[in-house]
């Protein structure tokens, strides 16, 4: 058995901050690497890397890693992604050499109560969570650990963290809820927020807002730096859990679980541009430009992000399961059926398929049973979990 370093049994006591062709993509497409949940801290899951080809793509490497496997970072060469633990509660650290899906690294037991953890990269760091919220930054081509956080005053950890600016954002609830920024340098906290419920809705990031979307239509808008508020949208019911806003042309796009249809916010001010028909329950949708991609009931819809005029739609095999991410103009959706598609973003033809050899579960924002999973890309590689497999695809 390899041996694994587990962050707790080295930091034990001390859980205090320690310091030791084709189009291309929106202004804020993320270029070359996947540093958190949705490609970027825009979580619009859109990319630009150069690296990765027009498809038809060829499998490079797949890894079964024994348990559900998160999304996947992908940065300075190597794919980072956390799996769901065999032995009993929590998760798994897994570094991968981008170009042979061999270990980088040996493993790291995050530890942590349930299955729960996320990653972000930023600022030459790789930040991990648990479901306990433990943070703990790790030098990427090493995984020397570089500090340990444990985040105060909640106890139940949902909230993907999200790099910018310095900051790691992130959330926690348990007794009402907090939004976190901390110090990606150190693991000093520099500020908190109260919200309501905290829980499952990773921060989207800009230079001017850090947005957090709950149950029942209550999203905030801060200031990044200061944490000062900016604008909160509320409705009057109220209730647990949240959804992951993308923040795109101008609008933060939320989802809600309680039923009410999905909405868009103008970023400057909270108010309603607009609904979309999804289901609340649906994945995160990706942009590119004005161009927005939108997964709802097993089924794959473009829709102008002004107008939410629709121009084409695939039905894939009907269980269309991912958030959609966009690399180059191409857009990849996964399907529980374990098929993946590659589609013309203008025109919704399918240019290339696959199957990957498992099925490609959705991302699951409310439960703790399994990290949260999703499509990643960068380093000239698409990189797709598929239950227990990671499975890169590249030219």
């Not at 990765?52 to 060829?58: F, H, I, T, Y």
């Not at 905290?198 to 149950?215: I, M, Q």
């Not at 994945?283 to 121009?311: C, K, W």
Request: charged content about 15%.
């Amino acid at each position: 058995m390899k041996l694994r370093r587990t962050v707790a049994v080295l930091f034990g006591a001390a859980l205090a901050a320690v310091t030791f062709v084709t189009p291309v993509g929106a202004q804020s497409a993320q270029t070359g690497s996947s540093t958190t949940y949705q490609i970027n801290a825009r979580h619009d899951g859109s990319l630009v890397d150069s690296g990765v080809g027009a498809p038809p793509l060829s499998r490079k490497w797949s890894r079964d890693l024994g348990g559900n496997v998160s999304y996947p970072v992908v940065a300075g060469g190597r794919v980072f992604v956390t799996v769901a633990s065999p032995d009993g509660y929590g998760t798994v650290l897994h570094a991968l050499d981008a170009d042979t899906g061999e270990n980088a690294w040996e493993p790291v037991d995050l530890g942590g109560t349930y299955w729960w953890s996320a990653l972000a990269y930023g600022g030459g760091r790789l930040y991990a969570q648990n479901y306990d919220g433990v943070l703990t930054a790790f030098h990427p081509a090493t995984g020397a650990v570089l500090w340990t956080v444990a985040l105060p005053d909640q106890w139940s950890f949902t909230s993907p963290p999200t790099f910018s600016g310095g900051l790691v954002y992130t959330g926690g609830a348990g007794s009402g809820g907090t939004l976190y920024a901390v110090d990606a340098a150190s693991g000093a906290v520099r500020w908190t927020q109260p919200v309501e419920n905290g829980d499952n809705s990773s921060p989207a990031v800009t230079a001017n807002g850090v947005y957090v979307s709950y149950a029942c239509s209550r999203t905030y808008a801060f200031e990044p730096a200061s944490g000062g508020p900016v604008w909160d949208r509320r409705t009057d019911c109220s209730g647990g859990g949240g959804r992951t806003p993308v923040v795109a042309d101008g609008g933060v796009w939320t989802r809600d679980g309680s039923g009410d249809a999905p909405s868009v916010l103008n970023v400057a001010d909270g108010k309603v541009r607009g609904t979309y028909p999804a289901n609340g329950w649906s994945p995160a949708p990706a942009f590119d430009g004005r161009q927005g991609y939108f997964v709802d009931d097993g089924v794959l819809q473009e829709r102008h992000s002004r107008t939410l005029a629709s121009r084409w739609t695939f039905q894939g095999d009907g269980r269309i399961s991912t958030a959609p991410i966009v690399v180059n103009g191409y857009v990849y959706v996964g399907s529980l059926s374990g098929q993946l598609w590659a589609l013309n973003g203008a025109t919704g033809q399918s240019v290339w398929s696959t199957d990957v050899g498992a099925p490609i579960n959705e991302p699951d924002e409310h439960n703790v049973s399994q990290p949260l999973t999703g499509l990643g890309a960068g380093g000239g590689l698409v990189v797709v979990p598929a239950t227990n497999l990671l499975v890169a695809y590249g030219q």
